[in-house]
């Protein structure tokens, strides 16, 4: 079963940078959907990022873009989010998420991340980590 640990959430002014990190295991897969949501209060979730493990290919919701950017490290089964000119409407729980059955065109399209509990709903969380950008 695939677990998920995100981290490095807190507290900056607008304009400040956050890096996010999201540690998985209890999988083996070389060819993941990994990405990014997150969560405001009284707001429907957004998946802010995407990016598929083996070909590094990547998905950026419009309201990050050129902001945002999304990595991982295959090796060390990690993802991070380097979130840079942060906005107070940024504020919201971002989740780590996992998908191990999407195929890659829905990684790097933005349908998972508009979509990820649609079939083949094998979507794995990690608990969340809150980021709150305020002066």
């Known amino acids: 079963r695939i677990q998920l640990e995100d981290s490095g959430g807190g507290t900056v002014p607008p304009g400040g940078s956050l890096r996010l990190s999201c540690v998985g295991s209890?999988?083996?897969?070389?060819?993941?959907?990994m990405g990014w949501f997150r969560q405001a209060p009284g707001k429907e979730r957004e998946g802010v990022a995407s990016?598929?493990?083996?070909?590094?290919?990547?998905y950026y919701a419009d309201s990050v873009k050129g902001r945002f950017t999304i990595s991982r490290d295959n090796a060390k089964n990690t993802l991070s989010l380097e979130m840079v000119g942060l906005k107070s409407e940024d504020t919201a729980i971002y989740y780590c998420a996992a998908d191990p059955k999407r195929m890659p065109y829905d990684c790097y399209s933005g349908s998972w991340a508009r979509h990820p509990d649609d079939y083949p709903a094998s979507t794995y969380w990690g608990q969340g980590t809150q980021v709150t950008v305020s002066s």
């Open positions: 990016i598929y493990t083996s070909s590094g290919r990547t």
């Open positions: 209890g999988y083996t897969y070389t060819n993941l959907c």
